[in-house]
């Protein structure tokens, strides 16, 4: 029989976040997966260092961060097959991802290249907007608001449309357009409604207000705006 490839969302980066089933999963396996920066190390091994067997074998998964996809997608499709071979030897795989591994995660990559073939299974983990929300002490929603969750590279005229139609916003992978969405914010008339989270639940986290966030800001980065007065206080 083949193994089973197990996608395992570890939180947003403090250990003592991850599930009880994350931590079960990891501390068992006798084959783990990971991404790992071209040239640097994993943040997603570095959440469960503390878990993995003495002994398990380590697959490394190295993804160039680059603009163009395709380097990427055939990192991925190198790492599928590697994991491939290991799910047709009988062996569980499971496959580490910061975060939650349908939510931005890395792990959706090698599913769909892997879940037609094997048995999977995916473990959920607390998202990089609910660790946020809990440091920057923000609450979200509340009743009928509307979150929209935006990506930091999204253009101006369509992240405008979305933020003016939602009660709250969460603008992920600031980085580098930390300015311009900073601009624009403030030209809606929302950058004091705004609070800005880098590094959520590790030790070097800080919250600011968006006036003072860095430019360029760290790729774990994001800026949660409630539009409301206190409305989870209605």
Request: glycine share 10%; aromatic share 6%; proline share 7%.
């Amino acid at each position: 029989m083949s193994g089973k490839l197990i996608g395992v969302g570890l939180g947003p980066g403090d250990p003592e976040l991850m599930t009880l089933k994350a931590h079960r999963l990891v501390s068992g396996a006798s084959v783990i997966a990971y991404p790992a920066l071209e040239n640097g190390e994993s943040f997603a091994r570095s959440i469960a260092a503390g878990v993995i067997p003495e002994g398990a074998e380590e697959l490394t998964i190295r993804i160039p961060m680059t603009v163009e996809r395709g380097p990427a997608q055939a990192a991925y499709d190198a790492g599928a097959a590697d994991i491939a071979k290991h799910l047709r030897a009988g062996q569980d795989v499971v496959v580490l991802c910061e975060g939650d591994p349908f939510f931005y995660g890395s792990f959706m990559y090698l599913f769909t290249r892997l879940a037609a073939d094997f048995e999977a299974e995916v473990v959920p983990g607390v998202t990089s907007v609910t660790a946020c929300a809990a440091s920057a002490r923000r609450p979200l929603t509340a009743r009928n608001d509307v979150l929209s969750i935006i990506p930091g590279p999204l253009g101006d005229a369509e992240m405008r449309a979305r933020i003016e139609a939602s009660g709250a916003v969460a603008i992920m992978k600031v980085g580098r357009h930390l300015a311009r969405i900073r601009g624009l914010l403030a030209d809606m008339g929302l950058a004091e409604k705004a609070a800005y989270v880098e590094r959520a639940s590790l030790p070097n986290e800080r919250i600011l207000p968006l006036a003072e966030a860095p430019d360029p800001a760290p790729y774990f980065s994001m800026i949660l705006i409630t539009k409301g007065d206190d409305p989870w206080l209605n």
